[in-house]
T-cell receptor, first 115, second 112 residues
Framework: ETGVTQSPTHLIKTRGQQVTLRCSSQ?????VSWYQQALGQGPQFIFQ???????GRGNFPPRFSGLQFPNYSSELNVNALELDDSALYLC??????????????FGPGTRLTVL | KNQVEQSPQSLIILEGKNCTLQ??????????LRWYKQDTGRGPVSLTI?????NTKSNGRYTATLDADTKQSSLHITASQLSDSASYIC???????????FGKGTTLSVSS
């Protein structure tokens, strides 16, 4: 186990609704990254938070937003859900090294189904 | 376009046998290359991280190689075990170090 936890494990929503996913990072880590993994695909980078600030963003629309809290836990919010948002959402925590080789420890993911 | 391509898409081998998974990338700039193991329904677990200057790195029965000139990497698994059945994902980090680029993975099935 990596020490990274995510909640909920599974979630079913309907189109147009909003969803909040949560992630608790591993002790000592100050960076959280969020990924979307569609069935049969590799994870796609959504964004990263470092010390409560967004530190990079992938090719996702603004309805995907996030927060990082002082304890370094994080939330991913998705507004106006679409059917294509159905995926496994992974968060990964790491300790920022500045050299780009920090190991990311992944949580078990939240399986979101949009009907 | 930054891309990571993996082959084969899937592989079935007998327990105890060796296998090699391939990864080709077109990511530029390049910071490091990682191999992850992902069990079904679980998050990926890091196996190795290699920077530009590293040619090989081992983690138990897993050995990764990197040829930065040809932009190719391989993951060799020796004496496979049933617990090796999983998806193996090649990940490349550009110089920014934030937007990791993932391959689609190779699904390995080890049978007895």
């Amino acid at each position: 186990e990596t020490g990274v936890t995510q909640s909920p494990t599974h979630l079913i929503k309907t189109r147009g609704q909003q969803v909040t996913l949560r992630c608790s990072s591993q002790s000592g880590h100050n960076t959280v990254s969020w990924y979307q993994q569609a069935l049969g695909q590799g994870p796609q980078f959504i964004f990263q938070y470092y010390r409560e600030e967004e530190n990079g963003r992938g090719n996702f629309p603004p309805r995907f937003s996030g927060l990082q809290f002082p304890n370094y836990s994080s939330e991913l919010n998705v507004n106006a859900l679409e059917l294509d948002d159905s995926a496994l959402y992974l968060c990964a925590s790491s300790r920022w090294s500045g050299g780009g080789t920090d190991t990311q420890y992944f949580g078990p993911g939240t399986r979101l189904t949009v009907l | 376009k930054n891309q990571v391509e993996q082959s084969p898409q899937s592989l079935i081998i007998l327990e105890g046998k060796n296998c090699t998974l391939q990864c080709n990338y077109t990511v530029s700039p390049f910071s490091n290359l990682r191999w992850y193991k992902q069990d079904t329904g679980r998050g990926p677990v890091s196996l190795t991280i290699m920077t530009f200057s590293e040619n090989t790195k081992s983690n138990g029965r897993y050995t990764a190689t990197l040829d930065a000139d040809t932009k190719q990497s391989s993951l060799h698994i020796t004496a496979s075990q049933l617990s090796d059945s999983a998806s193996y994902i090649c990940v490349v980090s550009p110089g920014t170090g934030t937007a990791l680029i993932f391959g689609k993975g190779t699904t390995l099935s080890v049978s007895s």
